[in-house]
């Protein structure tokens, strides 16, 4: 029993060497690579699954177009295209930016110096950059400059100085055009895309979840941030102090309680991705007397989701590896490393009751409107792009399962087309007088064919004859012999 199941064993072996020389014989190079170790080796788990470990696939609530979902920018970072990076306060923009900087496969990658922020990202082969963001050049635009500040700054800094490494003078911002406030031009933000040379501007951001980011905001601000620095600059000037009052009265807010924090109204931390995503020219700025609250609201919140639509790129915090996936699909550059989820912030050791939670989000009823609306937008294009890549490689492999069906096929062919030619030059070997045969064979139907010319010839011969009597009898002697020849031939045959 046990030399059968040796022996068995043994054939089986034999076989899977025998179909692996045959593989290898019809198809040598790395064609058959995903039919060679791809059916043994064990499933990967997929690393775009939610955070939270559940199925990717969720219900969408809005439709939107294929436009909308299709984001593929032709990025050209040797000619003019420059990546423009909106950071929104504790929404995970520094690191992001950071990925921008050290973490991206580039043929001249960005030279980043111990101890220094800043790092120098140049296009191959110029002394231009290609990425506009704090990391890169600095706060250009001032601290946290949202979207209404950098599209009116951008093209003045890239226009006026190349390098992009300084803010707009005075003069440029009294010389901006003014906006008529409630007014919305839809053509504005594709205008705002390019410069005058001639440069392209792709926007990105990152935004979070808001209560999150709130909390985040609040712990941040206890430590003694304030972002003074930010201009906030709108139509051409800043806000004056009467339009946006300040919510201490010291140096900082230091030490400030969560009540205390959520009880300023003129506190920026309030639905801050809403007023930084829109364009604050349509509400007359920081002017809350330009229209009523309500229909200001509603202006900011449409302006907000039409920007970030129209954006070339922006990922969510709480789906890092879906933003790296998304963005790499989107410029068409890849990451070194993935992107790490970290589930333990500042702001989730924060603990709160359902009451506070519910202060939040009404305090950010307008963040949460525009984080539901990305986060659907967001899902959407994920789920796009996944579909549209395994469809794209559902056609590769039928693609090489035709060329792998051409070859052996092909293989077949000449395999036997090789065994017919052996054949026919053993048998002319084995029967030597085979050519001969076939030469006499020509020979005598030439002579028949011959023959049966002269034949037709000698017939009309006979008839002319016939209709002229006195032509001489010797023109016909001639041919008795050969007409006693053609009849034994016709005989014959």
């Given amino acids: ?41 064990s499933p990967m788990p997929d690393p775009y699954r939610s955070e939270d470990e559940s199925s990717a696939r969720f219900v969408p609530r809005y439709n939107f177009s294929r436009g909308d979902l299709l984001r593929k920018v032709d990025f050209d970072i040797k000619g003019d295209d420059l990546i423009v990076f909106l950071h929104i ?36 082969g110029k002394r231009e ?8 050049t600095g706060w250009s635009c ?3 400059a949202d979207w209404t500040e950098l599209t009116s700054c951008v093209p003045a800094v890239v226009d006026g100085k190349r390098d992009a490494r300084l803010r707009p003078s005075s003069k440029d911002r009294r010389d901006s055009p003014k906006t008529n406030p409630g007014a919305t031009s839809p053509a504005s933000t594709k205008a705002r895309n390019t410069s005058k040379s001639g ?12 209560v999150s980011r709130y909390l985040s905001e609040w712990r941040h601000v206890q430590r003694g941030a304030t972002w003074k620095a930010s201009l906030h600059v709108c139509d051409g000037r800043p806000p004056t102090s009467e339009e946006l009052p300040s919510c201490y009265t010291g140096d900082d807010w230091s030490g ?21 995503l829109s364009d604050l020219t349509l509400v007359g700025c920081y002017n809350l007397s330009v229209m009523p609250e309500k229909q200001r609201n509603k202006v900011l919140l449409e302006s907000a989701k039409t920007n970030l639509k129209h954006m070339a790129f922006f990922g969510l915090t709480e789906f890092q590896r879906k933003t790296q996936y998304l963005f790499e699909k989107t410029f068409n550059m890849n990451f070194i490393s993935p992107f790490t989820q970290y589930n333990t912030t500042r702001a989730s050791s924060v603990e709160i009751n359902e009451e506070i939670q519910k202060r939040i989000e009404g305090l950010n009823f307008l963040d949460m409107e525009l984080y539901s609306y990305a986060k659907d937008l967001f899902l959407q294009r994920y ?23 051409g070859k052996l096929l092909q293989t077949h062919f000449q395999s036997q087309s090789q065994g017919q030619s052996q054949n026919l030059s ?45 032509q001489e009898q010797s023109d016909s002697n001639p041919s008795n012999g050969t007409n006693d020849y053609i009849g034994s031939v016709e005989k014959w045959r």
Avoid at 199 to 210: E, G, M, S, V
Avoid at 450 to 461: A, I, L, V
Wanted: charged share 20%; with cysteine.
């Fill in 199 to 210: 440069k392209n501007f792709h926007y990105i951001t990152i935004l979070r979840d808001p």
């Fill in 426 to 470: 053993q048998n002319q070997s084995q029967n030597p007088n085979l050519n001969a045969n076939q030469n006499v064979t020509q020979n005598l139907i030439q002579n028949l064919t011959q023959t049966s010319s002269q034949n037709s010839s000698q017939k009309e011969n006979r008839e002319s004859q016939r209709q002229n009597p006195g």
């Fill in 89 to 124: 306060q504790k929404t995970g923009g520094t690191t992001f930016g950071r990925h921008l900087v050290r973490n991206i496969q580039l043929e001249q990658p960005c030279e980043c110096r111990v101890g220094q922020k800043k790092c120098t990202c140049h296009r191959p």
């Fill in 383 to 405: 789920q796009f792009m996944r579909q549209k890549e395994h469809q794209e490689a559902r056609r590769k492999r039928q693609e090489q399962r035709k060329f792998l069906k």
């Fill in 142 to 144: 001032g601290l946290h």
């Fill in 1 to 41: 029993m046990d030399e059968k199941s040796n022996k068995l064993l043994l054939a089986l072996v034999m076989l899977f060497l025998f179909a692996v020389i045959v593989l290898q014989y019809v198809c040598p190079g790395t064609e058959c690579q995903l039919l060679r170790l791809q059916a043994f080796s």
């Fill in 256 to 276: 400030c309680p969560l009540k205390e924090f959520m009880d300023c109204p003129y506190n920026l931390a309030n639905n801050r991705q809403v007023r930084m």
């Fill in 129 to 136: 950059t290609w990425l506009f963001s704090r990391f890169s």
